[in-house]
Nanobody, 124 residues
């Protein structure tokens, strides 16, 4: 069993930044690709970004390209999501997830383990 815990959410003004962290524990996670997802009230869950287990390659949904950056620290068992230039449309619960795959996807159905989520609110 892989256990994931997110942190770093909060309230920020438009244009501000937050860094989310996803800490993994339990079984070895080196072969798991990690994704960040978000769900806003009344909307479907959306794959925001992911990082591949094989080579660290990354992928982003168009709406966050150039603003968000995903990274992985194997020594700390942590994946980060740096979020810059936040706007009100980024308000959502953000969750990290792990899939047993060498190349990551942004499809939630492919993921095996999920964290509990952290709230990100962007408001003036």
């Amino acid at each position: 069993q892989l256990h994931l815990v997110e942190s770093g959410g909060g309230l920020v003004q438009p244009g501000g930044s937050l860094r989310l962290a996803c800490v993994a524990s339990g079984i070895p996670w080196d072969y798991y690709s990690i994704g960040w997802f978000r769900q806003a009230p009344g909307k479907e869950r959306e794959g925001v970004s992911c990082i591949s287990a094989s080579d660290g390659s990354t992928s982003y949904v168009d709406s966050v390209k150039g603003r968000f950056s995903i990274s992985r620290d194997h020594a700390k068992n942590t994946v980060y999501l740096q979020m810059n230039s936040l706007n009100t449309e980024d308000t959502a619960v953000y969750s990290c997830a792990a899939e047993r795959a060498s190349i990551c996807t942004k499809s939630a159905a492919e993921y095996d383990y999920w964290g509990q989520g952290t709230q990100v609110s962007v408001a003036s």
